[in-house]
């Protein structure tokens, strides 16, 4: 199975400061077709997950802009430009270019 | 709007079985893949299995821990999907959501959709 790897595992943020999700994958998640299958999930306190970015680098309908994903291959990242006070929560990054689907152990994102 | 709404959930012994239904409204389910995801309490998140569109053909995908006790299979004409779990052992017990792969003009977009969940807890 993909194993991803996230850092921090708990990234306490200043309100409007930026914050930075990093995942690595344990093979690359490059897949036959050339597009690769990672994304960033949001899970707030009490919520159901919800998708932000898929294929790396694509926001989902309704996603601020402060949200963005990049990386290539094996190493990932989620930036929030300016964190705000409803961004505190569970962030997972997970893949499905291979078979199980699987996530990594989440990053929890708090205000200082 | 987009709504996943899951059902079933509840208390049920070692060895006993349950069935969850996912019903998602407002996208195109006939083309729609469907996933399930758990979550144990406290824990992260885990894939635990997929069904295709009938058009893909209809197959179901399944993680290692849930293979052969669960079954996913759908229903298009009542916009429904269940997920069969059988022989169910106390590591089973999470909240399960159910999730969308959904058609977004010429290209799908994985896990887009998420129900708010539901319990299943496995004791005696």
């Known amino acids: 199975d993909i194993v991803l790897t996230q850092t921090p595992l708990s990234s306490p943020v200043t309100l409007g400061q930026p914050a930075s999700i990093s995942c690595r994958s344990s093979?690359?998640?490059?897949?036959?077709?050339?597009?690769?299958?990672l994304s960033w999930l949001q899970q707030r306190p009490g919520q159901p997950p919800r998708l932000l970015i898929y294929?790396?680098?694509n926001r989902f309908s309704g996603v601020p802009d402060r949200f963005s994903g990049s990386g290539a291959g094996t190493d990932f990242t989620l930036k929030i430009s300016r964190v705000e006070a409803e961004d505190v929560g569970i962030y997972y990054c997970m893949q499905f270019t291979q078979f199980p689907r699987t996530f990594g152990q989440g990053t929890k994102v708090e205000i200082k | 709007e987009v709504q996943v709404v899951e059902s079933g959930g509840g208390l049920v012994q070692p060895g006993g079985s349950l069935r969850l239904s996912c019903t998602v409204s407002e996208l195109s389910f006939t083309d729609a893949w469907v996933n399930w995801v758990r979550q144990a309490p406290g824990k992260g998140l885990e894939w635990v299995g997929r069904?295709?569109?009938?058009?893909?053909?209809?197959?179901?995908d399944y993680a290692a821990p849930v293979k052969g006790r669960f079954t996913v299979s759908r229903d298009d004409s009542k916009r429904t999907v269940h997920l069969q779990m059988n022989s169910l052992k106390t590591e089973d017990t999470a909240v399960y959501y159910c999730t969308t792969d959904s058609i977004h003009g010429s290209s799908s977009i994985r896990f887009d959709y998420w129900g708010q969940g539901t319990l299943v807890t496995v004791s005696s």
């Open positions: 294929r790396v680098s």
């Open positions: 069904i295709k569109s009938k058009a893909d053909g209809g197959t179901g």
């Open positions: 093979q690359s998640l490059v897949y036959g077709d050339g597009n690769t299958y």
